[in-house]
């Protein structure tokens, strides 16, 4: 057995190459999440059910990723990847409401606040699931860069 | 393990800015909202609100209320009592802010019974049948009427008032007003034109007796 095998590969690797994309993606999603704490808990926007599914997505990325900064272990990018895939999937589906591509009708937004309002905008010019899709591509392409940097 | 540190490190500055935006933000909006009360005061009181308590009290509770809202009923029993117990020193005022579906319905019959003199007894009424009529997903307001049928109503003329241009006037001018004061959630409180920034009960009290000071040392 050699013993460096499944250190390098999973964790307590001082010097792994994959840690500052991993760090990066981590701070994007801490980022996100205290933005989306600010805007819901602070500022009182109320979160319309596709900000709560996109939230649902980040939140988990902040302490998954975090604690494969902590041990250095590469296998959180694997647990990472499904949830950034599926917050950038309604992050992505939600700008396009937002911009009338879709027709909200066929989201359920009955009750709470509308996932198209106007009142989906940050300074009343950046709309909030642009940021969303921005994080969860950024996280992305970090968690993409680490697992490349892992394997060779 | 420097990286640990380095993990922390960001942790502790994420929360820091955090803590920072909530100051900066808690203070602008508070100086926004203190800025409209002062703005818009004739906004605060109209001729046509009802008025529980002394009509020459000192000191006027404003407050914005929503017949639907659970904290409104809540804080109904706490705000008479302060009156009550002021020996005509406070003064409430009611307001209208139907944020809730079906609000507006509540109001108009709440209105009509004022029409007839029975505007506290029907208020009573709805706010004690609240969780009966006022769920949020599938309000009644119209089982209001079946609560205040007993208190000695002339209800054909209730009901025709209920819709008839002098309460819309008053709901209209409600809703122009908790606009034009920035009241985005009930009960909306104002004592002595001052809003009531950190809701509370003992804040509300706190507030009532800084203004019975002042208005007590000209």
């Not at chain 2, 203190?34 to 407050?63: C, D, M, W, Y």
């Not at chain 2, 020193?89 to 003199?117: C, F, M, N, W």
């Not at chain 2, 819309?168 to 122009?176: G, I, K, N, P």
Request: glycine share 8%; with cysteine.
């Amino acid at each position: 057995m050699s013993e460096e095998q499944p250190v390098a590969r999973h964790g307590n690797s001082r010097n792994a190459a994959f840690w500052t994309p991993l760090f990066l993606a981590w701070l994007l999603a801490l980022l996100a999440t205290a933005g989306a704490l600010f805007l819901g808990e602070v500022m009182g926007k109320t979160p319309c059910v596709l900000c709560w599914y996109q939230r649902i997505a980040m939140f988990p990325l902040v302490l998954v990723l975090g604690m494969g900064l902590f041990a250095s272990d590469m296998r959180s990018v694997r647990y990472a990847l499904p949830l950034a895939g599926v917050g950038w999937g309604i992050a992505a589906y939600h700008l396009l409401v937002f911009w009338g591509v879709v027709s909200e009708g066929l989201v359920p937004c009955g009750k709470g606040s509308s996932c198209a309002d106007a009142d989906v905008q940050v300074a009343g010019v950046m709309p909030i699931p642009l940021l969303s899709l921005a994080a969860f591509t950024g996280i992305l392409v970090a968690l993409w860069v680490a697992r490349r940097r892992a394997r060779t | 393990m420097s990286r640990k540190w380095v993990v922390l490190g960001t942790v502790a500055a994420v929360v820091l800015a955090f803590v920072a935006g909530v100051v900066v933000f808690t203070n602008r909006s508070n100086q926004e909202v203190k800025q409209a009360a002062q703005a818009n005061s004739e906004a605060l009181v109209r001729p046509h609100s009802p008025v529980f308590g002394n009509p020459a009290a000192k000191v006027t509770i404003v407050e914005f209320f929503d017949p639907s809202c659970e904290t409104c009923r809540a804080f109904y029993p706490i705000v008479k009592q302060m009156v009550n117990a002021s020996f005509g020193q406070v003064r409430l005022v009611v307001r209208y802010a139907p944020l809730h579906h079906g609000s507006d319905t509540a109001v108009k019959i709440l209105e009509a019974a004022r029409q007839q003199g029975k505007y506290w007894e029907a208020l009573e009424r709805a706010l004690a049948a609240q969780p009966q009529w006022a769920a949020h997903d599938r309000p009644q307001p119209q089982m209001i009427w079946d609560l205040i049928g007993d208190i000695g109503l002339d209800m054909a003329k209730a009901r025709a008032n209920a819709d008839g241009p002098a309460v819309a006037q008053v709901l209209r001018q409600d809703v122009a007003d908790m606009q034009a004061l920035k009241v985005d959630r009930t009960p909306g409180f104002f004592v002595n034109g001052t809003p009531l920034r950190e809701f509370g009960e003992a804040q509300l009290k706190a507030l009532v007796e800084q203004e019975l000071k002042k208005a007590s040392t000209p």
